[in-house]
Nanobody, 120 residues
Framework: VQLQAFGGGLVQAGGSLRLSCAASGSGFSIDAMNWYRQAPGSQRELVAESSGGDTRKYATSMQGRFTISSDYAKKMVFLRMNDLKPEDTAVYFC???????????????WGQGTQVTVSS
């Protein structure tokens, strides 16, 4: 399983961006597709999680501004980010937890990251 993320860029404070991430490969099912981010000098943190098809969780600081959506049939996850702030500047990573068909062991794959820069 491989992930390809895209949609990052430079935006002014208050602006919006939409990130997309596509999983490729075959013979697997998805348990969850998530977004994380890592700012310079900081640890990677969870931004939003999409699991079980309809379950959504958000980090407190993103609640109400970010929206995660997913299409497991197309193996894609999206992150709509509104009202962006300079402190949202980070590399955003998509993450998928998956398993081979008929197996119970859950594996994890990370995408390469996409830079989001918010100017003040």
């Amino acid at each position: 399983v491989q992930l390809q993320a895209f949609g990052g860029g430079l935006v002014q404070a208050g602006g919006s961006l939409r990130l997309s991430c596509a999983a490729s490969g075959s013979g697997f099912s998805i348990d969850a597709m998530n977004w994380y981010r890592q700012a310079p000098g900081s640890q990677r943190e969870l931004v939003a999680e999409s699991s079980g098809g309809d379950t959504r969780k958000y980090a407190t600081s993103m609640q109400g501004r970010f929206t995660i959506s997913s299409d497991y049939a197309k193996k894609m996850v999206f992150l709509r980010m509104n009202d962006l702030k300079p402190e949202d500047t980070a590399v955003y990573f998509c993450n998928v937890r998956w398993r081979y068909w008929g197996r119970t062991y859950v594996r994890e794959t990370w995408g390469q990251g996409t830079q989001v820069t918010v100017s003040s």
